[in-house]
């Protein structure tokens, strides 16, 4: 529920999330051979857990792009604190894939919101 969010943006959100993914692939058109399109993806993260700094640490690709090498949530933003990254010009034809990469713990991620630009 969001009201066990204790700050940062868009709190039902981040309220909820997933728990070790490594893959996620979005459809952005259901069209045939849609020519490539720019987007601003916005990924938005949270930490639950009683996790110290550098106890869930990942890295982000976008497109098969790294565009986070460590992310440290519990480094960046309080315990149940919404954390928010933006990517733009993030080119893209009819999928949008997004890997999460371990490097300790498992990855996490509450939202993605992704915008053509």
Do not use: W
């Not at 490539?36 to 106890?55: K, N, W």
């Not at 034809?93 to 371990?102: E, G, Q, R, S």
């Amino acid at each position: 529920h969001s009201a066990r969010m204790q700050g940062g943006p868009l709190p039902r959100v981040t309220a909820s999330g997933a728990e070790g993914l490594a893959k996620i692939a979005v459809t952005l058109r259901k069209t045939g051979n849609a020519q490539p399109a720019s987007y601003t993806v916005r990924l938005l993260f949270a930490e639950y857990d009683d996790l110290a700094a550098g106890d869930r640490v990942f890295g982000v690709a976008l497109q098969g792009r790294r565009v986070i090498e460590k992310l440290d949530i519990g480094k960046e933003a309080d315990r149940r604190t919404g954390l928010v990254k933006e990517f733009r010009n993030i080119s893209a034809d009819n999928l949008l894939t997004i890997d999460l990469v371990p490097i300790t713990g498992k990855p996490t991620l509450c939202g993605i919101e992704i915008v053509l630009e």
